[in-house]
């Protein structure tokens, strides 16, 4: 039965959008699982079942999050190398040399794995605050590789900068506002080294989407074109124009348009120009981030999208500086991008367990309604006799007006519990008739677009959107999520999904589609007994540092797993955090904890065994993983 129609692995990746969105690193195996090869589709391969299945088998809890050092490897060389051949292909005098901005995932693993591969390309790092600073300084970076420094700065962060740079390390200091020069100028007279200054210019172009207001006049960061005037007479008074090396512009993060890219690389150029002909021997043109990622796979300017490749970017961005600068005769600057997205959104996958399903009422075809039913449930109930192709639309709105009376007339206490109960059975089941039908058209009227949500089963995962996917809340962003097996199987369900946090905002109703945005995931019936997993992709970027303790759901647990020809292998597993943890956050010590129920137990009338049994129960709690458990 269940195998009566099988997939093939080509139709499965069309219905989860996989190749369009997967960047080469996951695809639909032979035997309908989920794999990923970090080393692209020609490498060796690992089912993503089989890797939770041996975590499992470990003892290791879900919800967690798989770790891919491979492919972060991959986007770090990707990234160079299409700068390197973009350069290559226009006659590009000067060289790339990038920086990964740590706020995009500081954990330990992704900025290891990034210096140590960025080292043969020099690439550095960018720190956004003191605290991102002291954890690059510590990094084995390459000589040459910059390490920048945005964001709003104090005294205490510019000596760390200053010292860096004492210390050997090519740092550049970008003043964010006109104000945070004479501090610097202040500072480095003080410890006794010359700064390397950038300047965040306050670009007029825009990014588009989300990020819109990193960029344009308005924008928080970035001095104005008289106050870099003024700066630039601030240095030469000194005799430190020299100590000028970079302009930063940055328009936002995925940007989903090349055009606004291009037009903005045009307006960075123009100010490296215009400030090496003031006498600024300017040697970075730093182009900020923005490379967006393109989640739902559609190739378009939707903001989960991006109309263009990285070979696009990295060429655009080569071809017009370099015609912008040979314009007015002045040598090609070292072109420097801050990417951070593109480069850690593939290498994490979250994967979450289906531990319920909620299913809307009418699957079942209703009981008639008996003689002493109210006449609004008789009407319903012929309305679905007489449904056919030819009357759905009117046979839909009649039934529709019905169940909303019949509800106004259950809170006027007119219509009983059991009449509203099957009048709802009625209403949906004729909803889910209607609904099979417009599936058969070939062209949906609008009106009906809701019934998919509507009738969409509801599945409850163990995780925390506010942890694990906290973008998918504050800002709807899109993530591919597919089933890790069973996908030569056709779907028969559709399904939005719920997390376990006591928040009606805890879901997930909006999937990626190629045109607009789903409603409702594809997904399989839940067999009782056999786990049904969902992996969350493109999730390395912003996700982990965003996330939030929201009802004391703490930090999932995180496998570092590699990927070779005899197979995978998990080098490594990060616990996630446990009770204890989350509430000491909130300013509580676990010792007053246990010393106020011990009181509590103190004085209850439980028997000695039960008193011990509670307190031992009680310290396991707080040592136990936040999740749901079994
Ligand atoms: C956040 C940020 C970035 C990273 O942007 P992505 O879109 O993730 O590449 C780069 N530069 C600056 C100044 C930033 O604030």
């Not at 990923?36 to 589709?41: D, K, M, R």
């Not at 970075?284 to 939707?302: E, H, I, Q, R």
């Not at 319920?356 to 319903?380: C, K, M, N, S």
């Not at 000491?584 to 010792?591: I, L, P």
């Given at each position: 039965?269940?195998?009566?129609?099988?997939?093939?692995?080509?139709?499965?990746?069309?219905?989860?959008?996989?190749?369009?969105?997967?960047?080469?690193?996951?695809?639909?195996?032979?035997?309908?699982?989920?794999?990923?090869?970090?080393?692209?589709?020609?490498?060796?391969?690992?089912?993503?079942?089989?890797?939770?299945?041996?975590?499992?088998?470990?003892?290791?809890?879900?919800?967690?999050?798989?770790?891919?050092p491979?492919?972060l490897e991959a986007r770090v060389k990707e990234l160079n190398e299409?700068f390197f051949?973009?350069?290559?292909?226009?006659?590009?005098?000067?060289?790339y040399r990038g920086v990964y901005p740590v706020?995009?995932?500081?954990?330990?693993?992704v900025l290891e794995t990034v210096a140590r591969v960025g080292r043969p390309y020099h690439y550095g790092l960018e720190?956004?605050?003191?605290?991102?600073?002291?954890?690059i300084?510590?990094q084995d970076l390459s000589q040459e590789a910059l390490v920048?420094?945005?964001?709003?700065?104090?005294?205490?962060?510019?000596?760390?900068?200053?010292?860096?740079?004492?210390?050997?390390?090519?740092?550049?200091?970008?003043?964010?506002?006109?104000?945070?020069?004479?501090?610097?100028?202040?500072?480095?007279?003080?410890?006794?080294?010359?700064?390397?200054?950038?300047?965040?210019?306050?670009?007029?172009?825009?990014?588009?989407?989300?990020?819109?207001?990193?960029?344009?006049?308005?924008?928080?960061?970035?001095?104005?074109?008289?106050?870099?005037?003024?700066?630039?007479?601030?240095?030469?008074?000194?005799?430190?124009?020299?100590?000028?090396?970079?302009?930063?512009?940055?328009?936002?993060?995925?940007?989903?348009?090349?055009?606004?890219?291009?037009?903005?690389?045009?307006?960075?150029?123009?100010?490296?120009?215009?400030?090496?002909?003031?006498?600024?021997?300017?040697?970075?043109?730093?182009?900020?981030?923005?490379?967006?990622?393109?989640?739902?796979?559609?190739?378009?300017?939707?903001?989960?999208?991006?109309?263009?490749?990285?070979?696009?970017?990295?060429?655009?961005?080569?071809?017009?500086?370099?015609?912008?600068?040979?314009?007015?005769?002045?040598?090609?600057?070292?072109?420097v991008t801050e990417s951070g997205?593109?480069v850690t959104?593939?290498?994490?996958?979250?994967?979450?367990?289906?531990?319920?399903?909620?299913?809307?009422?009418?699957?079942?075809?209703?009981?008639?309604?008996?003689?002493?039913?109210?006449?609004?449930?008789?009407?319903?109930?012929?309305?679905?006799?007489?449904?056919?192709?030819?009357?759905?639309?009117?046979?839909?709105?009649?039934?529709?007006?019905?169940?909303?009376?019949?509800?106004?007339?259950?809170?006027?206490?007119?219509?009983?519990?059991?009449?509203?109960?099957?009048?709802?059975?009625?209403?949906?089941?004729?909803?889910?008739?209607?609904?099979?039908?417009?599936?058969?058209?070939?062209?949906?009227?609008?009106?009906?677009?809701?019934?998919?949500?509507?009738?969409?089963?509801?599945?409850?995962?163990?995780?925390?959107?506010?942890?694990?996917?906290?973008?998918?809340?504050?800002?709807?962003?899109?993530?591919?999520?597919?089933?890790?097996?069973?996908?030569?199987?056709?779907?028969?369900?559709?399904?939005?999904?719920?997390?376990?946090?006591?928040?009606?905002?805890?879901?997930?109703?909006?999937?990626?589609?190629?045109?607009?945005?789903?409603?409702?995931?594809?997904?399989?019936?839940?067999?009782?007994?056999?786990?049904?997993?969902?992996?969350?992709?493109?999730?390395?970027?912003?996700?982990?540092?965003?996330?939030?303790?929201?009802?004391?759901?703490?930090?999932?647990?995180?496998?570092?797993?590699?990927?070779?020809?005899?197979?995978?292998?998990?080098?490594?597993?990060?616990?996630?955090?446990?009770?204890?943890?989350?509430?000491?956050?909130?300013?509580?010590?676990?010792?007053?904890?246990?010393?106020?129920?011990?009181?509590?137990?103190?004085?209850?009338?439980?028997?000695?065994?039960?008193?011990?049994?509670?307190?031992?129960?009680?310290?396991?709690?707080?040592?136990?993983?936040?999740?749901?458990?079994?």
């Amino acid at each position: 039965m269940r195998t009566a129609k099988r997939f093939s692995p080509k139709e499965a990746e069309e219905i989860y959008l996989v190749p369009y969105w997967s960047g080469g690193f996951f695809r639909v195996g032979e035997d309908g699982e989920l794999e990923v090869t970090p080393l692209g589709p020609k490498g060796p391969a690992a089912s993503l079942l089989e890797i939770v299945e041996a975590l499992r088998d470990e003892g290791r809890p879900l919800p967690l999050v798989l770790r891919f050092p491979q492919i972060l490897e991959a986007r770090v060389k990707e990234l160079n190398e299409a700068f390197f051949k973009a350069m290559e292909k226009y006659g590009y005098q000067g060289t790339y040399r990038g920086v990964y901005p740590v706020k995009v995932n500081q954990r330990r693993l992704v900025l290891e794995t990034v210096a140590r591969v960025g080292r043969p390309y020099h690439y550095g790092l960018e720190a956004g605050s003191k605290a991102e600073l002291a954890l690059i300084l510590a990094q084995d970076l390459s000589q040459e590789a910059l390490v920048t420094i945005n964001g709003f700065k104090d005294d205490d962060f510019i000596r760390l900068a200053l010292t860096g740079k004492k210390l050997g390390r090519n740092v550049v200091i970008t003043l964010e506002k006109f104000a945070e020069l004479p501090r610097v100028l202040r500072l480095s007279r003080e410890l006794g080294v010359a700064p390397s200054l950038g300047i965040r210019y306050k670009l007029k172009a825009k990014g588009a989407g989300q990020w819109e207001a990193s960029g344009g006049e308005n924008a928080k960061f970035g001095l104005t074109t008289p106050e870099i005037a003024r700066a630039v007479e601030v240095l030469r008074d000194q005799g430190l124009l020299d100590t000028l090396v970079m302009v930063h512009a940055h328009i936002g993060s995925q940007v989903t348009d090349i055009r606004r890219i291009k037009a903005a690389v045009r307006e960075a150029a123009q100010t490296y120009v215009q400030l090496r002909k003031l006498g600024a021997p300017l040697r970075y043109l730093n182009l900020g981030g923005g490379l967006a990622v393109d989640y739902d796979g559609s190739k378009t300017n939707f903001y989960a999208s991006a109309n263009y490749t990285l070979s696009e970017y990295a060429e655009d961005l080569v071809y017009v500086t370099k015609e912008v600068v040979e314009a007015h005769g002045e040598p090609h600057p070292i072109l420097v991008t801050e990417s951070g997205r593109a480069v850690t959104a593939y290498h994490q996958v979250l994967v979450l367990e289906v531990t319920d399903v909620i299913t809307p009422p009418g699957e079942e075809r209703p009981q008639a309604p008996g003689e002493e039913a109210h006449p609004l449930v008789h009407e319903l109930w012929e309305g679905l006799q007489g449904l056919s192709a030819k009357n759905f639309r009117e046979v839909y709105h009649d039934a529709f007006a019905d169940k909303e009376t019949l509800q106004t007339l259950y809170d006027l206490g007119l219509v009983s519990l059991k009449d509203r109960a099957l009048a709802e059975e009625i209403f949906y089941h004729t909803a889910r008739r209607v609904y099979a039908i417009v599936q058969g058209l070939p062209y949906a009227p609008d009106e009906f677009e809701d019934l998919e949500k509507l009738l969409a089963d509801k599945l409850v995962c163990n995780f925390s959107i506010f942890q694990s996917l906290p973008d998918a809340w504050a800002i709807h962003q899109l993530f591919p999520i597919v089933p890790l097996s069973r996908l030569r199987e056709p779907p028969s369900r559709r399904a939005t999904l719920v997390d376990i946090s006591c928040d009606s905002d805890g879901r997930i109703d909006r999937f990626i589609d190629l045109h607009d945005v789903r409603a409702a995931l594809p997904v399989h019936a839940i067999r009782p007994g056999e786990p049904y997993y969902l992996g969350v992709f493109l999730v390395g970027a912003y996700q982990d540092v965003l996330g939030s303790n929201h009802n004391l759901f703490g930090q999932v647990g995180e496998a570092h797993v590699e990927v070779g020809e005899e197979g995978f292998a998990i080098q490594r597993f990060v616990p996630g955090e446990t009770a204890e943890r989350v509430i000491e956050k909130m300013g509580f010590t676990a010792r007053e904890l246990t010393l106020g129920v011990e009181r509590l137990v103190r004085q209850s009338r439980l028997s000695p065994a039960e008193k011990g049994a509670f307190l031992e129960r009680y310290a396991r709690e707080l040592q136990g993983y936040t999740y749901l458990e079994d």
